[in-house]
């Protein structure tokens, strides 16, 4: 028998509609409405300020080790935009700015970074999960969660994000695996930005593309540039109607970079090379949408300046909120009051000598 090509059923696609001048390629412009395009814009303003605020905090030793966000901005914005209030949010542990624009309060951000499991809890009326360390981890939840939606029979949808090293690990083939042989409604958003922690892109794959991984498991993927808001938005847009009307689930690459450290307890310059940093400065999301934002006339210089200066103040009093209910929860007993509805002996004999240590202390 002769040997033939095996036609597959899907082929993969590159996105991109906004250059590094703010430029659009028209036929491919979703033109949104001014509103929209400013929201994002003040999101993704939000999402840097608030990532360089936290920055000081941790080097003043206010709050502990965080993942910043910075120049990963455009990629999670123009993803979650696309979300219903009803359908979830299943996060890594780096997506702030996708938090901002559910709702998440700044406040609450801190406080779970100053080491408060309160800050933690995600207010009721968000179909998000909390932020999930271990990599990889979170992303067969989002198969689950897809799942359940799909067989209530509604129309929800579940995204996930996470970034290139979790492609290398067991649970994204194990949830992509699933997803498609289901046929759940979940979008999966991997955010390439080029670093597992301090192993870069090349030395964790042979694969010219990460999207190129969701062939292998018969679903449809596409590579988009992570740092144009717009490329991100069509891509995600395509890949949760696509879900919604019960098609199955995406994956979404979103090559993009990381600005920052991995952590507050990294040290990229040990690493990788600054003048590959300068270089991906110049692709900013943020600077790219304003020069976009200009060229329709939606945005001025004096716009700018006014929505920096009304940012700096909400970062302010959520940092002053966060002050106030670390101070209401300065009763570390409390330890000991949610692992039982009726306390035993033995721990109630511990917490009266934990409390009878404070009061001596």
Known sequence: MPRVKIGLKYQLEYLSILDESGEADTSLDPDLSKEQLLKFHHAMLLSRRFDEYMLKLQRQGRIGTFAPVKGQEAAQIGAVANLEDDDWLVPAFRETAAAIWRGTPLSGMLLYNAGYNEG?????????????????????????????????????????FFGDGATSEGPFHEALNLAMLFETPTIFVCQNNHWAISTPRDRQTRS????????????????????????????????????????????????????????????????????????????????????????????????????????????????????????????????????????PPYLEEQREGFVGGQDNG
């Open 120 to 160: 933690g809890r995600i207010p009721d009326e968000q179909n998000d999960l909390p932020i999930a360390i271990p990599v990889g981890s979170q992303i067969p939840h989002a198969v689950g969660i897809a799942y359940g939606c799909r067989y209530q029979d509604t129309d929800r949808v579940a995204l996930t």
């Open 208 to 343: 010219e593309t990460i999207a190129q991984k969701a062939i292998a498991y018969g679903m449809p993927g596409i590579q988009v540039d992570g740092n144009d808001v717009l490329a991100v938005y069509c891509a995600v847009r395509e890949a949760v109607q696509r879900a919604r009307d019960g098609d199955g689930p995406t994956l979404v690459e979103c090559v993009t970079y990381r600005m920052e450290v991995h952590t507050t307890a990294d040290d990229p310059t040990r690493y990788r090379d600054e003048e590959q940093v300068e270089q991906w400065a110049k692709r900013d999301p943020i600077e790219r949408l304003q020069k976009y934002l200009k060229h329709k006339e939606m945005l001025t210089d004096e716009d700018i300046e006014k929505d920096e200066k009304e940012i700096e103040q909400t970062v302010k009093q959520a940092w002053q909120d966060t002050k106030e209910q670390i101070d209401a929860l300065s009763d570390a007993s409390v330890i000991f009051e949610y692992l039982y509805a009726g306390r």
